[in-house]
């Protein structure tokens, strides 16, 4: 009895905090929603609690809005974040946000000389740009976290919905009055994806390594008692 305890400790340490000893810890002790005009700033640590360095792909600037907390691979180390009433997972919706244009989308794609030159630096075989363009957003947003380090960073979130910045998309939660809700983050970087596109920084050391999996953050109370409108 007590190695099966043993077993669902570790396996509870490990889904909390990933396998490879990363944490994502929400710094707010509440979310609060209590106008139509509110819109919350949901601020979060990720902690390398290892005795490592590593390699974090992460876009700390927003969320991803897919429904199915799938990222693609042209958007990977995009967090997601979820909502749970009470102990239940809540289904997300999503959808095309008007009030954002493709445009605005494609001015932030490099350019091809960018590429051609990322691809002369470090290296890369593939001759299919779509390969070399994920490569180069990939590495644009790859970090590294040294031991016992952390980083800090912030997002709005305008419940119950969510429009990002860097697609024309939307995520949408149906939120009531006053029921149990919490909120929390997790970073997904698929190992597959990490192993095809992934390009090491030019003068890394061997200690090194890359963060792969999923990791879970601590779970806050999200208040929703929005009485002026939904």
Same mark, same amino acid.
């Given at each position: 009895? +007590?190695?099966?305890?043993? &077993?669902f400790? &570790?396996?509870l340490?490990?889904?909390f905090?990933?396998? *490879?000893?990363i944490?994502?810890?929400?710094?707010?002790?509440t !979310?609060?929603?209590?106008?139509?005009f509110?819109?919350? *700033?949901?601020?979060y640590?990720? !902690?390398?609690?290892s005795?490592k360095?590593?390699? !974090?792909?992460?876009? %700390?600037?927003?969320?991803?809005t897919?429904? %199915?907390?799938?990222?693609e691979d042209?958007?990977?180390?995009?967090p997601?974040?979820?909502?749970?009433? %009470?102990? =239940?997972?809540?289904?997300?919706?999503?959808?095309?946000?008007? !009030?954002r244009?493709?445009?605005d989308?494609?001015?932030?794609?490099?350019? %091809?000389k960018?590429?051609r030159?990322f691809?002369k +630096?470090?290296?890369?075989k593939s001759?299919?740009?779509?390969?070399?363009? &994920?490569s180069?957003?990939i590495?644009?947003?790859? +970090?590294?976290?040294?031991p016992?380090?952390?980083?800090s =960073?912030?997002?709005?979130? *305008?419940?119950?919905?969510?429009i990002?910045?860097?697609y024309?998309?939307?995520?949408?939660?149906?939120l009531?009055n006053?029921?149990?809700?919490?909120?929390?983050?997790?970073?997904? &970087?698929p190992?597959?994806?990490i192993?095809?596109?992934?390009?090491m920084p030019?003068?890394s050391?061997?200690?090194?390594?890359?963060?792969t999996?999923?990791?879970y953050s601590?779970?806050?109370?999200?208040?929703? +008692?929005?009485?002026?409108?939904?």
């Amino acid at each position: 009895m +007590k190695f099966l305890l043993l &077993i669902f400790v &570790i396996f509870l340490h490990q889904s909390f905090y990933g396998q *490879n000893g990363i944490e994502i810890k929400i710094i707010n002790d509440t !979310i609060k929603k209590n106008s139509v005009f509110d819109v919350n *700033n949901v601020c979060y640590d990720i !902690i390398n609690k290892s005795d490592k360095p590593y390699y !974090i792909v992460i876009d %700390d600037k927003e969320f991803n809005t897919a429904a %199915d907390e799938f990222v693609e691979d042209l958007f990977l180390g995009l967090p997601d974040y979820r909502v749970f009433n %009470d102990n =239940s997972l809540m289904k997300a919706e999503s959808g095309i946000a008007n !009030i954002r244009t493709t445009e605005d989308y494609k001015s932030t794609k490099p350019t %091809d000389k960018d590429l051609r030159n990322f691809k002369k +630096k470090y290296k890369i075989k593939s001759k299919d740009l779509t390969e070399i363009l &994920i490569s180069y957003k990939i590495f644009q947003k790859t +970090k590294i976290l040294q031991p016992k380090q952390s980083k800090s =960073s912030c997002t709005n979130v *305008n419940f119950p919905f969510y429009i990002a910045s860097s697609y024309p998309s939307v995520k949408i939660y149906e939120l009531e009055n006053n029921l149990p809700y919490f909120f929390q983050i997790l970073l997904n &970087i698929p190992k597959e994806i990490i192993d095809k596109y992934f390009v090491m920084p030019k003068d890394s050391s061997k200690d090194v390594k890359i963060f792969t999996g999923t990791v879970y953050s601590n779970k806050v109370p999200l208040v929703y +008692k929005v009485y002026n409108g939904k």
